[in-house]
């Protein structure tokens, strides 16, 4: 049998297909699936271990929302993290892995306020935002520092 002959290259045909498309596959789904990773770099004083799970948690729930598939796989690093009663304002520079450096810019500013145990996280950009940011009180932010994002 010549290996040239069309019954041969037929199902060599079909199985890169096969392969190809399962391999694309493969990569939409790890892009979109990866999960997003948080790591505090500051001091967590002011915040439970429970705290820091349910923002961890809120963040990745934000950040999904608003940046579907462009963060996936990403870490990001909080740097600054500020309390005052039920409200929180946070910093974190982000990497596209665990051991890549930080992406170059401002590092990502949000916001998150506890109701119950449920923190709620807000990032700049997102529905309700500056509606929020109204209410952070001003000695946890002040008004010439919110009028930068709103």
């Known amino acids: 049998m010549k290996w040239r002959s069309r019954r ?9 297909i ?3 498309v399962g391999a ?14 948080t790591v505090w770099q500051t001091s967590t004083k002011q915040f439970t271990q429970q705290d820091q799970q349910a923002l961890q948690t809120a963040l990745s729930s934000a950040l999904s929302t608003q940046n579907p598939g462009n963060v996936a796989g990403h870490e990001f690093t909080i740097i600054d993290a500020q309390r005052q009663g039920d409200w929180a304002i946070l ?4 990497r596209v892995g665990h051991d890549s450096p930080p992406l170059a810019g401002e590092p990502l500013f949000f916001l998150a306020h506890q109701q ?4 709620t996280v807000w990032l700049p950009g997102s529905p309700g935002f500056c509606d929020q940011l109204k209410q952070v009180p001003d000695t946890l932010l002040d008004a010439t520092d919110k009028g930068y994002f709103c």
């Open 8 to 16: 041969f290259l037929l199902p060599l045909l079909l199985i890169f």
């Open 18 to 20: 096969v392969f190809v």
């Open 24 to 37: 694309g596959l493969a990569i939409v789904y790890l892009r979109t699936h990866a999960p997003i990773t």
């Open 91 to 94: 910093s974190a520079n982000e």
């Open 116 to 119: 119950s145990t449920t923190w």
